[in-house]
């Protein structure tokens, strides 16, 4: 059964870098048929979609985040990872890692989720 | 502002039927991309309920049911069970952003 699992830092200042990794095990990265992305929640707010990447590198950004996001793959150790730059309060929040279908645009399988606060 | 409009709340009493409705444009739903719907329990990642419009994942109870028409989707639950109290979101793709995936705004239904 495919499993995500999120890690990195609960707590990153305001104008650093938020860094998070998903590790994907009982399945490959590198499948064609799926993308692999992260989708966040602001405390008490709906979901927003930060970006997605493909197995092969291709990256896909929510334009509203674009100039402050960087989504890699690693498939040597079947993770992808996000880098969040310049960060402010308004990124506080619950960060998803999950998987998406390529051919109808569904996330089938989502992680657990990581809580990110940003603050001094 | 969400790509797609939900109502913010709906609810009804025990054993009552309600509708959540999705509302998108010509460039998501009314373009005829699929809609997906999710159930978010509280603390808890979304769990998958709806998919392609219509179908349901295995072990969702047929009392969730959903559809499609032009630029909105809808999804209904019967039978509503204290349980079915959640936040739900309904998803699509949109084709004016390679890529995109955009949701709704989301719903919280209230058992009452």
């Known amino acids: 059964q495919l499993q995500l699992q999120e890690s990195g830092p609960g707590l990153v200042k305001p104008s650093e870098t938020l860094s998070l990794t998903c590790t994907v095990s009982?399945?490959?990265?590198?499948?064609?048929?799926?993308?692999w992305g992260w989708i966040r929640q602001p405390p008490g707010k709906g979901l927003e979609w930060i970006g997605s990447i493909y197995y092969s590198g291709s990256t896909y950004y929510n334009p509203s985040l674009k100039s402050r996001v960087t989504i890699s793959v690693d498939t040597s150790k079947n993770q992808f990872s996000l880098k969040l730059s310049s960060v402010t309060a308004a990124d506080t929040a619950v960060y998803y890692c999950a998987r998406r279908r390529d051919y109808d645009a569904l996330w089938d399988v989502w992680g657990q989720g990581t809580t990110v606060t940003v603050s001094s | 502002q969400s790509v797609l409009t939900q109502p913010p709340s709906v609810s009804g009493a025990p054993g009552q039927r309600v509708t959540i409705s999705c509302t998108g444009s010509?460039?998501?739903?009314?373009?005829?991309?699929?809609v997906h719907w999710y159930q978010q329990l509280p603390g808890t990642a979304p769990k998958l309920l709806i998919y392609?419009?219509?179908n349901r994942p295995s072990g969702v109870p047929d009392r969730f049911s959903g559809s499609k028409s032009g630029t909105s989707a809808s999804l209904a639950i019967t039978g509503l069970q204290a349980e079915d109290e959640a936040d739900y979101y309904c998803?699509?793709?949109?084709?004016?952003?390679?890529?995109?995936?955009?949701f709704g705004g989301g719903t919280k239904l209230t058992v009452l």
């Open positions: 998803q699509s793709y949109d084709s004016s952003l390679s890529g995109s995936s955009v």
């Open positions: 010509s460039s998501n739903i009314g373009a005829g991309y699929d």
């Open positions: 392609g419009n219509s």
């Open positions: 009982g399945g490959s990265i590198s499948s064609s048929s799926y993308y």
